[in-house]
Every structure is written in C-alpha cells, then in structure tokens.
C-alpha cells in the first residue's frame, strides 16, 4: 500500500520549472482534451434549421437529387416523388421502389423510409438527413450566390437496423434543380 500512495504522489507531484512536471501536464491536458472532444454530440443539420430553409432548400425529401463526388460522367440519380423512388445508376440501370407516404417516419434530423422493390429486389428501409448547404458565386456575376443542397442517404437491409445506425452503405446527393 506504502509503495501505491508513493507512486501517486510522485506522479501528481508538480514543479513548474521541471521538465517532467511539465511533460506532465501537457499529457494530462492532451488526454482530458480527446476525452471531451471524442465525447461532446454534434447535432446534425435539421430540415427546419434556419441554414438549410434560407438556403431555399426543400423541407421534405422529393425532388431529383444527383450524387455528389461521382466523376462527372458517371453520376447516379435519385429521383424522389410522392409514392415511389428511382435509383438510376452511371449506367442508366434502374431500380424501382415504393413506399406509403404516411409511413415516412419523420425527425427533426432525419427522415425514415421503407421502400417495397417494385421488382424482385429486397425491401430497403432509408434514412434521409440534410447533410450541408454549400454557397457557390457564379462566374458571370460575382454578386449572385447559388445555394447547393446536400442530403446524406443511408441504407439499411431493415427498421431495425436503422434503429441502431447499422447502414448497409450511404451516398451523398445534391439537389439537381440549384447546378
């Protein structure tokens, strides 16, 4: 017991004008700041943020959406409407899904939908968040700003899954009305 209450004080024993005891309270200030940044929340953007609605972008999730970091040539497209969703790839192969839109589950940061294949395909459930809103000035006229929407899509094999963040795969996709 003597030799653990020995340990400790020479451990919290601090002089200033010592390089250990120095090396010693930059370890400890290091350490409490990963432990409180790797512990803080961060909110994600909401579909009724002030950000997202002044940017003009949609308070629901229909529309024509364009994957974002695809090369310029190969872009997939996701087309949102009231009952159904299309997923076109680079290829220009599609997949067909409905879905009732009075089971849309809705949050202030997401939105929950299951999506029935219209082919042979496996039932998906989507989760649809607001990821950023990116301004961009035109070339033409320096005083005029485009606003770019961007929505996360994640999805997962079942509602389940999606209660516990188990995503099969995500993508991100822009509103292809604001180019």
């Known amino acids: 017991m003597v030799k653990v209450e020995n340990f400790w004080l020479k451990l919290i024993s601090v002089d200033l004008f010592e390089f250990k005891s120095c090396l010693k309270i930059f370890v400890f200030a290091c350490a409490l700041f990963f432990i409180i940044v790797s512990t803080s929340s961060v909110s994600a953007l909401g579909w009724n943020d002030k950000e997202w609605v002044e940017a003009g972008c949609p308070s629901n999730i229909f529309g024509a959406w364009i994957s974002r970091g695809a090369e310029i040539n190969s872009k997939n497209l996701l087309n949102i409407y009231q009952d159904k969703i299309i997923f076109i790839n680079n290829h220009n192969l599609e997949k067909k899904y409905s879905f009732n839109p009075e089971n849309i589950l809705k949050n202030s940061s997401y939105l929950g939908v ?9 039932t998906v459930y989507l989760k649809i968040r607001p990821h950023l809103v990116r301004s961009k000035h035109t070339t033409q006229q320096m005083n005029k700003t485009i606003q770019n929407c961007f929505i996360k899509v994640f999805k997962f094999e079942s509602q389940k899954n999606a209660k516990y ?9 822009k509103l292809k009305n604001n180019q």
Request: glycine share 0%; no cysteine; proline share 6%.
């Open 114 to 122: 299951k999506l029935q294949p219209v082919t042979k395909d496996k």
């Open 165 to 173: 963040d188990k995503y099969l795969d995500w993508e991100i996709y």
